[in-house]
């Protein structure tokens, strides 16, 4: 919990742990903070812990548990790592890990997030009422966009 209260302001109406500095500055326009500004901006900070290790998984609903915590996102590659079974395969066992933190997800009422490159991923988190899927990586959506600005170039010089 520690470390997830450094991301929010202190709330006398909130309950847990918070520990966010306030410095003021620009997300002020360099005055004083106006009403709301510190709940406002609590609401809109989200803590998303990433959930890539075996100790975390072990402790998913004790992380969603914590009042600083506003969902999470899974590491999938690594936590399959993590658990002893080498690379990530999209099998049975990571689906049982998917499962795990859903099922804690729905229980505690908080959204979670997985990057899903393939269809059968899609498919498995869709069906696990995942909150939304990161489809692709930043080099995946680059190269993609790259590649098809060639594709239709290359269609208008007839090649």
Known sequence: ELLSSYAKF???TATGLRDRSYAGGRPVDYQGPKPGFFTKANDETKVLPMIESAGALAEIEGIF????????FVGP????????????RRDDADWKDLEKIANAAKK????????AWA?????????????????TMEYGALFAGVESAKNMLLKEIGQ
Do not use: F, H, Q
């Not at 505690?108 to 990057?115: E, F, L, N, R």
């Open 65 to 72: 548990a914590l009042p600083t915590v506003d969902g999470v």
């Open 108 to 115: 505690a009422g908080k959204p979670w997030y997985v990057p």
């Open 10 to 12: 202190p709330d006398p």
């Open 119 to 135: 269809p059968i991923e899609r498919e498995v988190a869709m069906k696990l009422g995942v909150t939304a899927i990161i489809s």
């Open 77 to 88: 590659s690594d936590l399959a790592l993590s658990r002893g079974r080498g690379s990530y």
